[in-house]
């Protein structure tokens, strides 16, 4: 484990072997407090996929798309191009969709042209942003309120009068 060298100084005392230091990966992904993060998956600019994306982590599209997606979290980027039904909790726009778009939270960008029916819980359109389509708010279920329990009464008819 350690071996014994002679220093320029002189000395004389055991010294630990140097180490090799490997670079930490990019992601993150082993980085001590971020076990257990998630990168976003990215579909380049210079790409066309043509099929179904599906996942549960952040998907971000600068290139070209023909299909549906279905992510937790979609950026749509604003060179990219999407022909097909888009699918998230989180799903923002800065490029172009034809197709139907479905998410809890739903933003339209002033560089977005979508082409298409939203459905979302919450949507916000900037200034400049283009949309031809219908939008319909869903809101989540209300959770019914339990009745509250029969109380059951004995009577006893068989007492004197």
Same mark, same amino acid.
Do not use: W
């Given at each position: 484990m350690?071996?014994?060298?002679?220093?320029s *100084?002189? @000395?004389?005392?055991?010294?630990?072997?140097?180490?090799? +230091?490997?670079?930490?990966?990019?992601?993150?992904?082993?980085?001590?407090?971020?076990?257990g993060?998630?990168?976003? @998956?990215i579909?380049?600019?210079?790409?066309?996929?043509e099929?179904?994306?599906?996942?549960?982590?952040e998907?971000?599209?600068d290139?070209?798309v023909?299909?549906?997606?279905?992510v937790s979290?979609? =950026?749509i980027?604003?060179?990219?191009?999407?022909?097909g039904? =888009?699918?998230?909790?989180s !799903?923002e726009?800065r490029?172009q +969709?034809?197709?139907? !778009?479905?998410?809890?939270? =739903?933003?339209?960008?002033?560089?977005?042209h =979508?082409?298409?029916? +939203?459905t979302?819980?919450?949507?916000?359109?900037?200034?400049?942003?283009?949309?031809? *389509?219908?939008?319909s708010?869903f809101r989540?279920?209300?959770v019914?309120a339990?009745?509250?329990a029969?109380?059951? +009464?004995?009577l006893?008819?068989?007492?004197?009068?």
């Amino acid at each position: 484990m350690f071996s014994k060298t002679t220093n320029s *100084g002189g @000395s004389g005392r055991p010294t630990a072997p140097s180490q090799q +230091i490997s670079p930490s990966p990019v992601d993150g992904s082993r980085a001590p407090g971020r076990q257990g993060a998630r990168v976003a @998956s990215i579909l380049g600019a210079d790409l066309l996929f043509e099929g179904s994306i599906t996942g549960e982590g952040e998907l971000l599209v600068d290139g070209a798309v023909k299909g549906d997606i279905q992510v937790s979290r979609l =950026v749509i980027g604003e060179q990219a191009h999407v022909q097909g039904t =888009v699918r998230g909790v989180s !799903v923002e726009v800065r490029g172009q +969709i034809t197709g139907n !778009v479905e998410g809890k939270s =739903v933003h339209l960008l002033q560089s977005a042209h =979508v082409e298409g029916d +939203i459905t979302h819980e919450q949507l916000s359109i900037d200034v400049g942003a283009f949309f031809q *389509g219908r939008c319909s708010q869903f809101r989540p279920q209300p959770v019914a309120a339990t009745p509250p329990a029969a109380e059951v +009464i004995a009577l006893d008819v068989h007492q004197a009068k």
